[in-house]
């Protein structure tokens, strides 16, 4: 017997399945999908079996060793990550490795496994001799409790406990734990579902065709009532369901409605799990233990056999698509299972992207709306502050629009959310006497300053050093913090208002496991009465008491140069907005802008989805940009500008002379032109139907494959360019 191996390494000059010979004891276990050790080159290499081939007579290397007995990638997995493969032009094998968490990828390096626990149980015994005063101690404890662990009995007396596993009175055996308790919560609170929410539930359900339906649900339209009503008909038809949110921060809050009505029926799927709670929560969908997982992007991929739905919450989110490679959409491939499942994909949000939104006008998707809050509770009031004129009067970036509306909301004992999409204490500093501009050594980008740790970094590349006392350039003493970060505001509040407990949530708060859920919860508890945040609060979050959300720059998404920088501002504003009044009283919202004609922003005022979305349509069509035309990436990277900046050219030549469906442009520096030392180029293609883009692009990276020197990404349907 012959099989065909696709080992772990991520390189195109290796992307190719290997044949190896199998050993007769091994024959009989082998399946196509599982895991297997061969030796390669020198190496010793995990990989999967992709092939079974009749046996012939060429001289072949044999397999070491099977790793699994069950199979790691069904045949639907196997066939998506083809798929990958041909659309996003990754290695087969990085496709695989994406789908799995880390204990089951293909991986030499991987120790993560079954946490495996010692028990003991009482057996039927006869009275055998004497037995110590401890060992009948254990006996007593043991037949109170049932089967324990080793290691509690251990601490009676462990050579006791020794000698019943020898006198066969009691009984020792391993079994596996998950690391996650499956906790119940209880206080299921299932609403009666409003016209509305039945009316989108109906729809679904009463069609019969495996569609997918596009969700446009105002903030606080009670969209998550309505997935879990129709995942509540899938189960009960013994079918399974994967719901999709777009962040961390979000995922707690899901979990905890989501478990409160279905129990511990549910796998939690996120990168704050460490490898090994994420290797058990899939090992219940593995074994079947479970019907719903809630996750990530990866979560898309849980291993499911019988699909009814899929969920994808803020389905605008950049997040759905994965940065690196295999650049994959989350909401394409739900697309791709729901084909082979003949199963459901529910996209939701308040704000739909522009192409899915564009994409339901054409009827690829069918679209649902909930147009108003639960209880006909209103959208939040929205007030636009100038701070072209407010600037004079401001305090420390706050306007005393601002500052009036935070008092009178803390004295109400109500509170506040308030979001600064920038981390950090100043965005940057800069000398006031000679207009020197601290920068990352490696990248182009100004450092930002952190207070907390005392130190100037890079949130490029993560690049951090000692502040400056005297300017390095014209060594004056004239350093000055220039632009404001979430570290800074969080210091002033309490500087500014009476009574103010604030705390922050952003990327520097959250690293240690579970601080999401703890700094959520805090806020919830009335530990606190203002969340200061970055866009992480931005989405999805649900607290009763906020009636003030304040936006204290909204122009920092909308100063980006690229061509999605209106829709995420508008995105960003109407998300941050929907956090306010949610319950029984009415919120309101103040933004503060330098911008305040600026289309995004007053639509966002408005509450006008449909206003933003014509608009932005029509500045799309002028310019040639997604949804009317398709775009592909292309980025030239190296450590040698001269080498970069030459085959850029190059390549944009190639292109031209292929892609002649196709409107180039470029090459041109990428908005940050170096980052880690590395130049970066990019090139931008822009279709309707080229049929030669993947000929070319395939051709391009042959040709590149085996340069050291030379980098070649390419992203389709990029987030930013
Ligand atoms: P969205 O996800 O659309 O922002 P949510 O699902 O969070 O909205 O719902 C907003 C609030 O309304 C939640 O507190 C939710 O518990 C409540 N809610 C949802 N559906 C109903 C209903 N049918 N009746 C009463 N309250 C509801
Ligand atoms: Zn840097």
Do not use: A, D, G
């Given at each position: 017997m012959i099989v065909g191996v696709l080992v772990e390494l991520s390189n195109k000059n290796v992307d190719k399945v290997f044949d190896y010979r199998v050993p007769k004891e091994f024959e009989k276990k082998i399946k196509i999908g599982i895991r297997v050790k061969v030796s390669f080159g020198h190496m010793e290499l995990i990989g999967f079996i992709l092939d079974i081939k009749k046996e012939d007579n060429r001289e072949l290397k044999e397999i070491l060793e099977i790793l699994d007995k069950e199979v790691i990638l069904n045949e639907e997995l196997l066939a998506l990550g083809r798929i990958m493969q041909k659309e996003t032009l990754c290695t087969l094998i990085s496709a695989y490795q994406a789908m799995l968490p880390k204990g089951y990828k293909a991986s030499r390096k991987t120790n993560v496994n079954k946490k495996i626990y010692t028990y003991v149980k009482l057996n039927n015994y006869k009275e055998q001799g004497k037995l110590s005063a401890s060992a009948l101690k254990i006996i007593e404890y043991v037949k109170k409790s049932g089967p324990v662990l080793r290691s509690v009995v251990n601490k009676i007396s462990k050579s006791s406990v020794d000698t019943l596993i020898k006198k066969e009175i009691l009984t020792c055996y391993d079994q596996e734990v998950y690391r996650l308790e499956n906790t119940q919560e209880k206080g299921s609170k299932q609403y009666e579902l409003t016209r509305d929410q039945k009316k989108v539930v109906d729809e679904v359900l009463n069609d019969q065709e495996p569609s997918t339906y596009l969700l446009h649900g105002v903030t606080g339209s009670g969209k998550t009532e309505v997935y879990m009503e129709l995942i509540d008909h899938y189960l009960k038809l013994k079918k399974e369901a994967i719901v999709l949110v777009p962040e961390i921060s979000l995922t707690p809050q899901m979990v905890s409605r989501f478990k409160k009505r279905f129990g511990s029926n549910i796998a939690v799927l996120h990168s704050a799990l460490s490898d090994g709670e994420k290797y058990d929560e899939y090992r219940k969908i593995v074994r079947g233990e479970v019907q719903i997982v809630i996750g990530a992007r990866s979560a898309i991929f849980a291993p499911f056999c019988h699909l009814g739905i899929i969920v994808i919450d803020e389905e605008h989110t950049a997040s759905y698509k994965q940065e690196n490679n295999p650049k994959y959409n989350a909401i394409d491939i739900a697309i791709k299972r729901s084909q082979y499942h003949h199963c459901k994909v529910l996209l939701a949000s308040a704000t739909p992207s522009l192409e899915d939104y564009a994409r339901a006008q054409k009827k690829v998707y069918k679209l649902l709306h909930l147009p108003k809050r639960i209880n006909n509770r209103e959208l939040p009031k929205i007030e636009i502050v100038d701070m072209n004129k407010a600037i004079r009067k401001s305090k420390n970036g706050f306007s005393l629009e601002l500052i009036q509306a935070i008092q009178d909301t803390i004295n109400r004992g109500e509170q506040v959310l308030l979001l600064l999409n920038r981390r950090g204490y100043s965005s940057f500093i800069s000398c006031s006497s000679c207009g020197y501009v601290e920068k990352c050594p490696n990248c182009d980008i100004s450092l930002t300053y952190h207070k907390t740790s005392n130190t100037l970094r890079c949130h490029y590349c993560g690049y951090g050093t000692k502040v400056n006392e005297v300017c390095p350039h014209c060594k004056e003493k004239a350093l000055k913090q220039m632009g404001m970060g979430t570290e800074k505001i969080e210091e002033i509040i309490p500087k500014l208002f009476e009574q103010a407990r604030v705390i922050r949530m952003d990327f520097d708060t959250t690293s240690k496991k579970g601080a999401h859920e703890k700094i959520i919860n805090a806020f919830k508890n009335k530990k606190y009465n203002i969340l200061l945040g970055t866009q992480m609060i931005a989405k999805g979050l649900d607290f009763e008491d906020v009636t003030l959300v304040g936006v204290i720059n909204a122009d920092t998404s909308l100063n980006i140069p690229d061509f999605r920088s209106s829709e995420v501002t508008f995105q960003l504003l109407d998300q941050v907005a929907g956090r306010s009044g949610r319950k029984d009283k009415n919120g309101k919202v103040i933004i503060q802008t330098f911008n305040k004609d600026h289309y995004a922003i007053k639509y966002a005022k408005d509450h006008d989805y449909i206003g933003f979305f014509n608009t932005e349509m029509m500045v799309r069509r002028q310019l040639s940009y997604p949804p009317y035309y398709y775009i592909t990436y292309v980025k030239i990277m190296s450590k040698e500008y001269s080498l970069a900046s030459k085959e850029s050219m190059k390549i944009g030549n190639y292109l031209k002379k292929k892609l002649t469906s196709s409107i180039i442009l470029g090459p041109s520096v990428c908005?940050?032109?170096?980052?880690n030392n590395t130049y970066r180029f990019g090139i931008i293609i822009k279709y309707k139907n080229e049929d030669q883009l993947y000929k070319a692009l395939e051709t391009l990276i042959e040709h590149y494959k085996s340069n050291s020197k030379i980098k070649i990404d390419i992203d389709f349907n990029p987030n930013s360019l």
């Open positions: 908005n940050v032109f170096r980052i």
